[in-house]
Structures are given as structure tokens and as C-alpha cells.
């Protein structure tokens, strides 16, 4: 039973390079999210979608770009990387359109040089 | 603008004894309240939620108690295992079913 998995695990930038960070899960949620953690913020919500096709953006969407083209998959594109966005991402799940009971990934910690 | 707060960074507590964790929030709209749990290295894990109808909800060593007139939550262990030590974050649903999480308490618990 896979869950939320997210690749890869750790990953390091240069400052303007892009890169995906890719999320998928197995359990048929219509509801799918990124957050990112960084100490004393908590996590703030990047991105979500509701189904495929369909995407809205969080607190903290600047930089980043989503899209769903299929229920299972939910990747986060940074376009152009800056050290701001050094943080740890997490992907996130959830039954319906609802979201109260979230299923996170492992994480994915970035830095940005 | 901190919608969800969680005012102590780190809590210890002995093996055995309670933990109390508390929660902050400034909007009586909320509806939805849960608690999650991390381990490093890990993601959050669902832990418990509360609805707003209601004032109290337990699951084994866990309680939630909700005091919507002080816009408070709470989260209380008892008793306390080592295995508690994480960190707590809790979360409010707004909405657009969208979670706002608190910045999270470190839990120790000292055998």
C-alpha cells in the first residue's frame, strides 16, 4: 500500500534552474495539495486541485506551477528557482473535494544555492 | 496574517504524565478542526479532528476539546509514551475546504 509518494526525497538547485517535483497516489483521492514547511511558518498550501483538469493556487503560490492531468499524478514545477523556495515540500491527498483528513507524502527537501 | 496559532515551540513531559498541546485561532467561522503528528524525516499523519457541533472528542490516549467562545483548541495525551515525541501541528479547515496549519509544537517525553 504506496500512499503519497513523492520523488525525489533531496534535491539541490541552482539559483534560476527548474525542475518537478513529482507526487502520485494510489488510493483514487479527488483531492490533491502542496504544501511547504519552513520552521516557525508551519505548513502553507501552495497549490491544490479538486479532480483532474481542475487547479487553484494556495497562500504561497508564487513561483510554482501545478497542473492534473490525471487523478493519480500531481506535480509541482518550479520554473526558475530562487533561494526563497529552499524549504521542505510535502504532497497531499484526501477523499472528495473536502480535505479534512489529508494523506501525506514524505516529503521532498530542497535547496536552492 | 496568522490564522492558526500555536504559541509554545517545544513542550517535555514525563513518561506517564499528561500533555496538554494548545491551539489559537481567529476566525469563529471555522468549522473543522484536526490535529496531525510528525515524525522526522517523515509527513504529517492524521491524529484527530473535531467537528464544531461539539465541544470534546477522544480516541484511545487522544482528546480534542474545543472552547469556540475562546476560539481555543486542545489536544491532550494521557498518558504520555515516548513514543508521543513528534511534532503537533493543528490545522482548521476555512472555507473552500482549504487546511491553514499552525507553525507546531515539539513534543518530548522523557522516560
Known amino acids: 500500500n504506496a500512499g503519497v509518494t513523492q520523488t525525489p526525497k533531496f534535491q539541490v538547485l541552482k539559483t534560476g534552474q527548474s525542475m518537478t517535483l513529482q507526487c502520485a497516489q494510489d488510493m483514487n483521492h479527488e483531492y490533491m495539495s502542496w504544501y511547504r514547511q519552513d520552521p516557525g511558518m508551519g505548513l502553507r498550501l501552495i497549490h491544490y486541485?479538486?479532480?483532474?483538469?481542475?487547479?487553484d493556487q494556495g497562500e504561497v503560490p508564487n513561483g510554482y506551477n501545478v497542473s492534473r492531468s490525471t487523478t493519480e499524478d500531481f506535480p509541482l514545477r518550479l520554473l526558475s528557482a530562487a533561494p526563497s523556495q529552499t524549504s521542505v515540500y510535502f504532497c497531499?491527498?484526501?477523499?472528495?473535494?473536502?480535505?479534512?483528513?489529508?494523506?501525506f507524502g514524505s516529503g521532498t527537501q530542497l535547496s536552492v544555492l | 496574517d496568522q490564522q492558526v496559532k500555536q504559541n509554545s515551540p517545544s513542550l517535555s513531559v514525563q513518561e506517564g504524565r499528561i500533555s496538554i498541546l494548545n491551539c489559537d485561532y481567529t476566525?469563529?467561522?471555522?468549522?473543522?478542526f484536526l490535529w496531525y503528528k510528525k515524525y522526522p524525516a517523515e509527513g504529517p499523519t492524521f491524529l484527530i479532528s473535531?467537528?464544531?457541533?461539539?465541544d470534546k472528542n477522544e480516541d484511545g490516549r487522544f482528546t480534542v476539546f474545543l472552547n469556540k467562545s475562546a476560539k481555543h483548541l486542545s489536544l491532550h495525551i494521557v498518558p504520555s509514551q515516548p513514543g508521543d515525541s513528534a511534532v503537533y501541528f493543528c490545522a482548521v479547515k476555512r472555507p473552500g475546504n482549504k487546511l491553514v496549519f499552525g507553525a507546531g509544537t515539539i513534543l518530548r517525553v522523557k522516560s
Open positions: 473535531i467537528s464544531s457541533i461539539k
Open positions: 476566525n469563529s467561522m471555522f468549522d473543522y
Open positions: 486541485s479538486v479532480g483532474a483538469g481542475i487547479t
Open positions: 497531499a491527498s484526501g477523499t472528495g473535494g473536502v480535505g479534512e483528513k489529508l494523506f
